[in-house]
Antibody, heavy 121, light 111 residues
Framework: QVQLQESGPGLVKPSETLSLTCTVS??????????WTWVRQSPGKGLEWIGS???????NSHPSLKSRVSMSVDTSKNQFSLKLTSVTAADSALYYC?????????????WGQGTLVTVSS | QSVLTQPPSVSAAPGQKVTISCSGS????????VSWYQQVPGTAPKLVVY???KRPSGIPDRFSGSKSGTSATLGISGLQTGDEADYFC????????????FGTGTKVTVL
């Protein structure tokens, strides 16, 4: 059974960098055709795709966030990570990690339970 | 602002059927597979339909998906109280920029 678990600070100051890690169990992050993905959800709002990373290091991210997003994968720890720079209150959200099927994300399954990040001084 | 439009809410009595539409364009639904996610309040989204009309193992056949042109539809028959949740469609958008997009979300209420 594949499980994903997000971790990271729940509070980040404006203009600083948000850093989150997703630990995967039950499936190597180096598995062919899986794209490891970050999605966020602002309070009471819908889902927003942030970006995805392949074990080779290839990444793709939302055009509106591309300049502030970086992602990495650590196959030795079976983890992947997200960094979002220059955060503002608009980046406060519940952040999820998920496993995606191929580059077009034919499906996202499973999802982590999510971690709440608040941007505030 | 999402490029995939869903009705804000739908409702029906237990045992009845609801359908949720997801309207897009030729750059997203028109050329890519659609998946659907169920989000019970306070929990993470869960995949219920993928590749337009396929169900993951463990998802009952009361859930069905279809696609026609630039729109997709999720159907839930034999509605149960446990189906009360928010539902989101999702697909790849290959317009000027390449990115994944979710629908605006639909709240299903079991009366």
């Amino acid at each position: 059974q594949v499980q994903l678990q997000e971790s990271g600070p729940g509070l980040v100051k404006p203009s600083e960098t948000l850093s989150l890690t997703c630990t995967v169990s039950g499936d190597p992050v180096s598995t062919t055709s899986y794209y490891w993905t970050w999605v966020r959800q602002s309070p009471g709002k819908g889902l927003e795709w942030i970006g995805s990373i392949y074990h080779s290091g290839y990444t793709n991210s939302h055009p509106s966030l591309k300049s502030r997003v970086s992602m990495s994968v650590d196959t030795s720890k079976n983890q992947f990570s997200l960094k979002l720079t220059s955060v503002t209150a608009a980046d406060s959200a519940l952040y999820y990690c998920a496993r995606g099927k191929n580059q077009l994300l034919l499906w996202l399954d499973p999802w982590g339970q999510g971690t709440l990040v608040t941007v505030s001084s | 602002q999402s490029v995939l439009t869903q009705p804000p809410s739908v409702s029906a009595a237990p045992g009845q059927k609801v359908t949720i539409s997801c309207s897009g364009s030729n750059s997203n639904i028109g050329k890519n597979y659609v998946s659907w996610y169920q989000q019970v309040p306070g929990t993470a989204p869960k995949l219920v339909v993928y590749e337009n009309d396929k169900r993951p193992s463990g998802i009952p056949d009361r859930f069905s998906g279809s696609k026609s042109g630039t729109s997709a539809t999720l159907g839930i028959s034999g509605l149960q109280t446990g189906d009360e949740a928010d539902y989101f469609c999702g697909t790849w958008d290959s317009s000027v920029n390449f990115f994944y997009v979710f629908g605006t979300g639909t709240k299903v209420t079991v009366l």
